[in-house]
């Protein structure tokens, strides 16, 4: 089995950044794509950002594209989502995920088959 843990989160304002991680551990390989998703309350799970498992290709969302960045160290198992200039809007709590590796970035949350427990992120205004 594969685990996830993110952490991270918690209270900023408006224009802030964080830092989100998520580590991998149990049967994980390597060898999946990651992704970030979030859910605000009351709203439906959606996709934040993906990278594939060498980390030489990333896909955003529209919504936070030129302002979060993912990345991962494979040697740490550990995946990344840099979250600058952020907004009441991003308000929700994020979750990584892992995806079983194919040749595309996957931006659906069924193509992902491991997700951790999630992560507050609260942006005041």
């Known amino acids: 089995q594969v685990q996830l843990v993110e952490s991270g989160g918690g209270l900023v304002r408006a224009g802030d950044s964080l830092r989100l991680s998520c580590a991998a551990s149990g049967r994980f390989d390597g060898n999946y794509a990651m992704g970030w998703f979030r859910q605000a309350s009351g709203l439906e799970r959606k996709f934040v950002a993906v990278i594939n498992r060498s980390g030489g290709s990333t896909y955003y969302a529209d919504s936070v594209m030129g302002r979060f960045t993912i990345s991962r160290d494979n040697a740490k198992n550990t995946v990344y989502l840099q979250m600058n200039s952020l907004k009441p809007e991003d308000t929700a709590v994020y979750y990584c995920?892992?995806?079983?590796?194919?040749?595309?970035?996957?931006?659906?949350?069924?193509?992902?088959?491991?997700w951790g427990q999630g992560t507050q992120v609260t942006v005041s205004s």
């Open positions: 995920a892992a995806a079983p590796a194919t040749s595309t970035l996957p931006s659906g949350a069924l193509d992902y088959t491991h």
